[in-house]
């Protein structure tokens, strides 16, 4: 009964993307041509700032798969769970920190502070938890790691086998632009679909805390925080000439799809 009244919601969230695409595929130039200043700071920052999403969830998501397999003793692969926890987490620090690098130093130095803080904290509320308290987490944890490769691999190979020019490097030669739905092959561009988009679109991994969200409110906010998220990195990316309306668009919907995706896998083959 539950998946009968997603049904509505699903066809008309399709019907919308599809308006999108049809619209973009005839606009996608002009609305370019229009907009773009590759000087924008707010586009230049979020360039910088949309990278992190990733190394974030990666960070947290091997904290919680390393706390979750430590307490849970009778785990069949325990010693493997918290390696794969353990490098989970060095890897998402040691990618965050070199996004830092790329800012000045004294902005290196308070992101490397509030993330430690941030990774201290969470440390700390995983520390008294059960392996039962902990189970959901893990779930979603889990969940969240594979969604992760899923849009690493789909959405770079997307980028590889579709050559499309970013509308910054046409440098005012308009005539190298080609429509999202027109493939040019591998030839070394790839703005389609966008890396940035899909990268903030992992962020709609927060959706599965809804259910244990006690107030609606609170329900909301896990829906409304990557929404807002995921059009604000859309819309920045498109301003600084990086990418077309259509890529971003693609790159959203290719990642929310791949969400789905993980989450049916993941539920179905391993958390049974």
């Known amino acids: 009964m539950e998946q009968r009244r997603k049904i509505p919601l699903l066809l008309l969230i399709l019907c919308l993307f599809s308006a999108l695409a049809i619209l973009f595929g005839i606009y996608d130039l002009?609305?370019?041509?229009?907009?773009?200043?590759?000087?924008?700071?707010?586009?230049?920052?979020?360039?910088?700032?949309?990278?992190l999403?990733?190394?974030?969830?990666?960070?947290?998501?091997?904290?919680?798969?390393?706390?979750?397999?430590?307490?849970?003793?009778?785990?069949?692969?325990?010693?493997?769970?918290?390696?794969l926890g353990g490098l989970l987490t060095a890897g998402g620090l040691a990618y965050s920190g070199w996004i830092y690098a790329q800012a000045s130093l004294l902005i290196c130095m308070i992101a490397v502070?509030?993330?430690?803080?941030?990774?201290?904290?969470?440390?700390?509320?995983?520390?008294?938890?059960?392996?039962?308290?902990?189970?959901?987490?893990?779930?979603?944890?889990?969940?969240?790691?594979?969604?992760?490769?899923l849009v690493l691999v789909v959405i770079n190979l997307?980028?590889?086998?579709?050559?499309?020019?970013?509308?910054?490097?046409?440098?005012g030669d308009f005539s190298l632009f080609s429509p999202w739905f027109l493939p040019q092959g591998i030839n070394g561009h790839r703005?389609?679909?966008?890396?940035?988009?899909?990268?903030?679109?992992?962020?709609?991994?927060?959706?599965?805390?809804?259910?244990?969200?006690?107030?609606?409110?609170?329900?909301?906010?896990?829906y409304l925080i990557p929404i807002l998220w995921i059009i604000v990195m859309a819309v920045s990316r498109v301003l600084v000439g990086a990418h077309f309306a259509s890529d971003v668009l693609f790159g959203a919907g290719i990642s929310i799809a791949l969400f789905y995706i993980a989450r049916r896998l993941?539920?179905?083959?391993?958390?049974q």
Not at 30 to 51: C, D, K, R, Y
Not at 118 to 130: D, E, I, N, V
Not at 197 to 216: D, G
Request: charge should be positive.
């Open 158 to 171: 997307f980028k590889v086998f579709w050559g499309r020019v970013r509308f910054r490097e046409m440098e």
């Open 53 to 83: 999403v990733a190394p974030y969830l990666v960070t947290s998501s091997g904290m919680v798969i390393f706390s979750y397999c430590q307490k849970q003793a009778d785990l069949k692969h325990r010693p493997a769970g918290m390696l």
């Open 191 to 222: 703005s389609f679909p966008s890396g940035h988009t899909s990268n903030a679109a992992t962020l709609y991994i927060v959706t599965m805390f809804a259910p244990l969200c006690r107030k609606n409110g609170q329900k909301v906010l896990c």
């Open 30 to 51: 002009p609305i370019s041509q229009h907009i773009v200043n590759t000087a924008s700071p707010f586009g230049l920052g979020m360039e910088l700032l949309g990278m």
């Open 113 to 149: 502070l509030l993330t430690g803080i941030a990774a201290g904290a969470l440390a700390y509320y995983l520390l008294p938890k059960s392996a039962e308290e902990l189970w959901e987490f893990f779930r979603i944890s889990v969940t969240g790691v594979v969604y992760m490769v």
């Open 266 to 271: 993941v539920d179905r083959k391993w958390m």
